[in-house]
């Protein structure tokens, strides 16, 4: 094959279209419950815009020189866009709730279910600091993926949190940290502790992080083994988990919550609560996050004159399709559908007829006998077909065969609405 | 202001987000009545692949290499996507009806509801010649607009005649004439005569080829005023033509057909009838073209090893969008929008229940106070506050605020939902 897509990407196909759309209508109508409204930027910005924050990522960025010689960059993600969206926007009241279905891009190695060009749902709570915010997103992050039956947990950290046990550590370079912690998954043990003395741990502050990373469980754990860390700081960042804790159980979500010290999120511009959350089976992650998200407390300050705090999260729609191809959870398509072969003007007319009640009518523009059209039919999966030929015009009637049943009726022609709206 | 967004590029934001989903909705909904499916393919081709049917397009492409070298480029529609997603899946029977709402990218001057990234929603019937094929996505195009209803008419020619028309004249170079015609409206007359010389015509060619464009009416008076230029092959396409019209009048949409000698496309690749929809006021036509389509039987075959005909049209969202807006055919949100003030457990419980029974339910995350939280309902039209601090705690009641007629009631906490839902 001479032309092919791009490395990388991929074509969504019909039985996947539906997917999409299932999956965006599901989502941006639970977000709007909650108050949030849909928003879509270009998909690129000037690379300087996209790299104001973290200069490293320009090396996942798919960048070039527009003709007009501006350095442009697609978007990898839409939270540096909506940042630069309320920027722009001043006049918008504070807080503002968006959400987003859209495509990112990332040239990153491509791998199972991680493609160059991928879609995310998420929102951003803008314009609050209050705990309450937090919880909002994560309980409408667990309302997201809860209204497909999925089996999930949303593992929870705080990045102050674990900045206040590492200043007890006498541990600096906290953002280089969190990138190495961040993919620790992806290390081999030995690469994982070589990066962390190539940032000059100490072999007992090596030993400390290690168990500290380790922890995991609910709040009233976290605090009882933290008991030996705790300075005054650790004290109010535990308390304010516990408030969120309590905001969760009002959200009737607490059975999602587990907290986890290993959770830092990639991105550079996180600042607060960060979360992830995984498929479990057997209470055991299972595959890459779904959803990950958290407070960026400084990001739009970059591009706005003024610090304003924001939160939210992002949930991967090709892993999202995935899970919910593994757990069947997709619901049939109900739209009766036909083909009609008759000659072009009856078949048109009957068309018209059909699709009037909300039924699918194709109709043949081949010119084919009747055995081509029966074939074609049923490698559509058209369940049936209307036969309306010169005999059956005559008599008034049309026949109507159930390709799956492999039955055939007659029906009256003024009855034809009638005998599909029934089957509906 | 430091960062802004790239030159020719715009933001959806909320109030334009509901209007791109309501036509996505309405266009698709229509596309799959008629049978077709959506499709999505990658926001960018190897370059080779978009400018394989015509090289000087690529000075309308946004192309750059890749970190590995490849050259990629922007699609600049979705027609020579699909061509390649055809060619990539020879197994999906034939005809295949597809229908996108999709990004697209042009590097042109900006202007007036003509962006450098922009949405089109388009339909593809590929693998049928007939005239039943042109019929159907014609007209598919016509009910896509009149459910909106908008005034408009299709204007519509048939390259294979004037090419037919333009051998009887000895005018050769028709691809090169071709562009020239279109882009006719754009040029003065003294430009547009220039170039017509440029490309060898004789200024009796000229003269006779200015009648020839001029030509407009229905199939009667395009044949007559063929009279004295028929030869076999223009009869031949006129016969063509007029079983078009008893088609399109089959599909009831007779009225919106008119014949334009003028219209021949922009893009190389269209081979048969080709037609373009303008918005009508007092019969004539008002702004840019709608919506453009027609055949492309030779496109298909640079992608795949055998010929595959094909027509279809994609109609210009911003354009139709502004339309819309223009003859207020946007209906109206019917969800209920309340702010719920109380104290962050309260308001979650209460929230939630709303949110059960359909209502929008925002809760304050700001901890603001009761007028500074009326002042932001009042900023985003939000049409009820429900306000439960302490008082009403105690006597189990919370006061509903109507924030456009200015009442307040008092309604029992257990009664809130049933008292949103009737006014729903």
Redesign the interface.
């Known amino acids: 094959?001479?032309?092919?897509?791009?490395?990388g990407?991929?074509?969504?196909?019909?039985e996947e279209?539906?997917l999409?759309?299932y999956v965006e209508y599901s989502l941006?109508s639970l977000a709007?419950?909650?108050?949030y409204?849909?928003?879509?930027?270009?998909?690129?910005?000037?690379l300087?815009?996209l790299k104001?924050k973290n200069p490293s990522i320009v090396d996942q960025i798919?960048?070039?020189?527009?003709?007009?010689g501006?350095e442009?960059g697609?978007r990898f993600d839409l939270t540096v866009p909506i940042a630069?969206?309320i920027?722009?926007?001043p006049q918008l009241?504070?807080?503002v709730?968006?959400y987003y279905f859209s495509?990112m891009?990332r040239?990153e190695e491509p791998q199972k279910l991680r493609y160059r060009?991928f879609w995310q749902f998420g929102v951003e709570?803008i314009?609050?600091s209050?705990i309450?915010?937090d919880?909002?997103v994560i309980?409408l992050a667990i309302d997201c993926l809860r209204q497909f039956g999925l089996k999930f947990k949303v593992f929870v950290n705080d990045r102050i949190l674990l900045e206040s046990i590492l200043e007890r550590l006498s541990i600096h370079k906290r953002l280089e940290l969190f990138r190495i912690i961040d993919k620790r998954e992806k290390l081999s043990s030995q690469a994982f502790l070589s990066q962390l003395r190539a940032i000059g741990l100490s072999a007992q502050q090596i030993e400390r992080l290690m168990k500290i990373i380790e922890i995991r469980g609910d709040i009233e754990r976290i605090s009882m083994e933290l008991e030996d860390l705790k300075s005054k700081k650790v004290e109010e960042r535990l308390n304010v988990l516990k408030e969120l804790v309590?905001?969760i159980e009002?959200?009737?979500s607490k059975n999602y919550l587990e907290f986890d010290l290993s959770v830092v999120r990639g991105l550079d511009y996180y600042t607060g609560i960060v979360f992830e959350i995984f498929s479990v089976e057997d209470n055991k992650r299972v595959g890459n996050a779904i959803c990950g998200g958290g407070r960026y407390d400084n990001l739009i300050e970059?591009?706005a004159k003024q610090r304003i705090p924001a939160t939210g999260f992002a949930i991967g729609v090709e892993r999202l399709i995935e899970l919910l191809k593994q757990t069947k959870s997709i619901p049939k398509e109900k739209?009766i559908?036909v083909l009609i072969i008759s000659d072009?003007?009856t078949s048109?007319?009957m068309r018209?007829k059909l699709?009037g009640v909300?039924?699918?009518?194709?109709?043949?523009?081949?010119?084919r006998n009747l055995s081509k059209n029966l074939e074609?039919a049923d490698?559509?999966n058209i369940p049936y077909v209307i036969i309306c030929k010169e005999l059956e015009k005559q008599k008034g009637v049309a026949k109507v065969r159930d390709m799956i049943r492999g039955r055939e009726v007659e029906i009256e022609l003024d009855r034809l609405e009638t005998y599909f709206k029934q089957l509906l």
């Open positions: 094959m001479k032309f092919k897509r791009v490395k990407t991929f074509d969504i196909l019909p279209y539906r999409y759309k941006s709007e419950l909650y108050g409204s849909g928003v879509e930027t270009p998909a690129f910005e000037s300087e815009l104001a798919y960048w070039f020189k527009d003709k007009g501006r442009i697609l630069r969206v920027a722009e926007n009241p504070k807080p709730r968006f495509k891009w040239y060009e709570l314009g609050s209050s309450q915010a919880a909002e309980s309590k905001l009002a959200y009737g970059i591009y739209k559908k072009p003007e048109i007319l018209r699709m909300g039924i699918i009518a194709l109709i043949d523009v081949m010119g074609f490698k559509q």
